[in-house]
């Protein structure tokens, strides 16, 4: 089992960044794929980007490719997600989630966090 906190979240305007970090528990961190998701008020949960145990593998929603960047340092049990060009259309609320099979096998993502705010002005 791995617990998740999300931090990171604010305000920015648009065009700008914002870097948001997920501490994981425990000594098995390497063993999760990990992702990030969002959602905003009224709409739907949506993938935004996922990463393999190792971290060679990289995977990134249409709407946020060539913009944000996952990462991960397995030695810290943290997943970073670095999010540049934003716009306020990238508001909503982000969640870390980790699972023990396929990075993009979307429904098995078992484990999250309590979600971080980000909301970026026009």
């Known amino acids: 089992q791995v617990q998740l906190v999300e931090s990171g979240g604010g305000l920015v305007q648009a065009g700008g960044s914002l870097r948001l970090s997920c501490a994981a528990s425990g000594r098995t961190f390497s063993s999760y794929a990990m992702g990030w998701f969002r959602q905003a008020p009224g709409k739907a949960r949506e993938f935004v980007a996922a990463i393999s145990r190792s971290g060679g593998n990289t995977y990134y929603g249409d709407s946020v490719k060539g913009r944000f960047t996952i990462s991960r340092d397995n030695a810290k049990n943290t997943v970073l997600l670095q999010m540049n060009s934003l716009k306020p259309e990238d508001t909503a609320v982000y969640y870390c989630?980790?699972?023990?099979?396929?990075?993009?096998?979307?429904?098995?993502?078992?484990?999250w966090g309590q979600g971080t705010q980000v909301t970026v002005s026009s």
């Open positions: 989630a980790a699972t023990a099979g396929g990075a993009l096998v979307l429904h098995d993502y078992a484990y």
